[in-house]
């Protein structure tokens, strides 16, 4: 599996944040090694998710899929809550991208 890059996912910006919306998501953004630019083969994408106040019953599942169909990479979700922990937050802070 070839890595993929930041520019790569911002390019796909668009295609992104329509298949998050319209799978329970009111904002996305991207984290980790492939916001920085550190990837490898073994990479995941992750993102960092703001749940809509109504989400669809299987959500993120179905967004980790289509995203992962769109992309061709696995995708790892992680949820934007108030009960994030500090430690969390500022750990993904420095590398979080708006899609």
């Not at 920085?36 to 993120?60: G, M, Q």
């Not at 899929?65 to 990479?73: M, R, T, Y």
Request: charged share 25%; no cysteine.
């Amino acid at each position: 599996m070839a890595t993929l890059t930041r520019r790569a996912v911002l390019a796909r910006r668009e295609e992104i944040v329509r298949i998050a919306r319209a799978h329970g998501a009111s904002d996305i953004q991207l984290f980790g090694s492939v916001a920085r630019d550190e990837a490898d083969e073994t990479s995941d994408i992750d993102f960092l998710v703001t749940p809509a106040e109504i989400t669809p019953p299987f959500f993120p599942g179905d967004l980790i899929v289509a995203l992962e169909a769109l992309l061709g990479h696995a995708v790892q979700i992680t949820l934007s809550s108030p009960r994030m922990s500090e430690r969390l937050r500022q750990a993904i802070a420095g590398d979080l991208v708006t899609l």
